[in-house]
């Protein structure tokens, strides 16, 4: 498999699930299970790539506080080498706190230096020749948004491959003008059903496949219990999902992004890549967080 470079957020993770209902305003309610790990979009599928024994190099930011020392500690225990990760002194590690229930989920996030990093708080090293850059989180990252389409332009004529999952957008402005001249950069573009509504204001998954721009080379998105929906050299496929038992679909995405990755940098065909992407998926989600350990 071609070395993979990834470049986007880290984070502390906090899942609590298995809880019986919602909460409400001035009521408290019981979860079965909870975790404090290392998350963020770039930190798992960094993880589940090193867990499935990939070539993966980590470039990210966290706080100088205990939540980055928390991060740094289950991102080394993972497998993964930490020496690519910028401590930013003054200033705090981001944190998400998930509620996860088998059908729905619910986010609260503190940004910490995901809003305030750029390509200059970095490590070098993110751009060589024969290996893959995987970027993430793009309208999260507000600082490093500017300088993202740049980035896919000085990987490709480096001599890697790309792909993007662009995440949500919590502002819902969903605004890509700094990265639409650079889509030609791009060869697979991962985002969920409701990121690519949002990207084209598309009122529909089917109209958001008419109006995304075909210069991106492969576009495959995540449609939940519907499975995966493609779009490749001007074909369109549909991929059911696994049937699975769900218990956590917290860190489904990321997990499809591992196996999709790992298929297509392997040299296999784009929808046998699909259906690894599908089945690291399935995995996630008969779980709680990564299935990894």
């Not at 950069?185 to 529909?204: C, H, K, R, V």
């Not at 296999?268 to 990564?290: C, E, N, P, R, W």
């Given at each position: 498999?071609?070395?993979?470079?990834?470049?986007?957020?880290?984070?502390?993770?906090?899942?609590?699930?298995?809880?019986?209902?919602?909460p409400s305003l001035g009521k408290e309610i019981l979860a079965r299970s909870a975790s404090v790990k290392a998350g963020g979009s770039a930190?798992?599928?960094?993880?589940?790539?090193?867990?499935?024994?990939?070539t993966v190099r980590?470039?990210?930011?966290?706080?100088?506080?205990?939540?980055g020392v928390l991060v740094s500690n289950d991102l080394s225990r993972s497998g993964l080498d930490t020496s690519d990760i910028t401590i930013a002194r003054g200033e705090q590690?981001?944190?998400?706190?998930?509620f996860a229930y088998p059908d729905e989920r619910m986010y609260v996030t503190f940004p910490g230096t995901l809003t305030s990093t750029t390509l200059a708080h970095l490590k070098g090293g993110y751009i060589k020749e024969g290996t893959h850059l995987h970027l993430t989180s793009f309208f999260l990252l507000s600082?490093?948004?500017?300088?993202?389409?740049?980035?896919?332009?000085?990987?490709?004529?480096?001599?890697m491959s790309t792909s993007v999952d662009p995440g949500g957008d919590p502002s819902g402005?969903?605004?890509?003008?700094?990265?639409?001249?650079?889509?030609?950069?791009?060869?697979?573009?991962?985002?969920?059903?409701?990121?690519?509504?949002?990207?084209?204001?598309?009122?529909?998954?089917?109209?958001?496949?008419?109006?995304f721009p075909d210069e991106v080379r492969c576009l495959a998105v995540k449609a939940g219990e519907k499975?995966?929906?493609?779009?490749?050299?001007?074909?369109?496929?549909?991929?059911p999902a696994i049937p699975v038992t769900v218990v956590d679909t917290t860190c489904a995405?990321?997990?499809?992004?591992?196996?999709?990755?790992?298929?297509?940098?392997?040299?296999?065909?784009?929808?046998?890549?699909?259906?690894?992407?599908?089945?690291?998926?399935?995995?996630?989600?008969?779980?709680?967080?990564?299935?990894?350990?």
């Open positions: 498999m071609k070395p993979v470079h990834i470049l986007g957020d880290i984070n502390l993770d906090v899942v609590m699930a298995s809880m019986q209902g919602f930190a798992n599928v960094a993880m589940m790539l090193a867990a499935k024994g990939g980590l470039f990210g930011r966290v706080g100088q506080d205990h939540a590690t981001g944190v998400t706190v998930s600082a490093l948004r500017p300088q993202m389409g740049e980035l896919l332009q000085r990987a490709k004529e480096g001599g402005e969903w605004n890509t003008s700094s990265l639409k001249e650079y889509y030609r950069y791009i060869d697979w573009f991962l985002p969920n059903s409701d990121e690519i509504q949002g990207i084209t204001g598309a009122g529909s998954l089917q109209d958001a496949f008419l109006i499975g995966v929906y493609t779009r490749s050299e001007g074909r369109t496929e549909h991929f995405g990321d997990c499809f992004d591992a196996g999709f990755l790992t298929g297509v940098l392997d040299g296999k065909s784009f929808q046998d890549a699909v259906q690894l992407g599908l089945q690291y998926a399935a995995q996630a989600v008969a779980t709680v967080g990564l299935p990894i350990g």
